[in-house]
């Protein structure tokens, strides 16, 4: 069984960072393609951006490109997602996804292509 845990949310101010990381227990990172989604009050949860096997390949949602950068270092076992130039409308609580399975793809937006979830993490940024 695979457990994520996504940590670093928090309050900021429009215009800052934070940095948000997961790490999965139960099973090594390395073999997962790993998403981050986000969910506003609401609303569907939504693709923010993930990030290939090897750390080759990203994608990002068109909201986020040019201020979210994610990554992942296999040897600590953890992927991050750096969030800069905060908007209110980020706010949201984020979650962590991973993908553990066959080669089909190499990132996916799509929420039934993850298998593994975290239990998310609140981001609220303050105009």
């Known amino acids: 069984q695979v457990q994520l845990v996504e940590s670093g949310g928090g309050l900021v101010q429009a215009g800052g960072s934070l940095r948000l990381s997961c790490a999965p227990s139960?099973?090594?990172?390395?073999?997962?393609?790993m998403g981050w989604f986000r969910q506003a009050p609401g609303k569907e949860r939504e693709f923010v951006t993930a990030i290939s096997r090897s750390g080759g390949t990203t994608d990002y949602a068109d909201s986020v490109k040019g201020r979210f950068i994610i990554s992942r270092d296999n040897a600590r076992n953890t992927v991050y997602l750096q969030m800069n130039s905060l908007k209110p409308e980020d706010t949201a609580t984020y979650y962590c996804?991973?993908?553990?399975?066959?080669?089909?793809?190499?990132?996916?937006?799509?929420?039934?292509?993850?298998?593994?979830w975290g239990e998310g993490t609140q981001v609220t940024v303050s105009s």
């Open positions: 996804a991973a993908y553990f399975g066959p080669l089909r793809f190499s990132t996916s937006q799509r929420t039934n292509d993850y298998n593994y």
């Open positions: 139960g099973r090594t990172l390395s073999g997962a393609v």
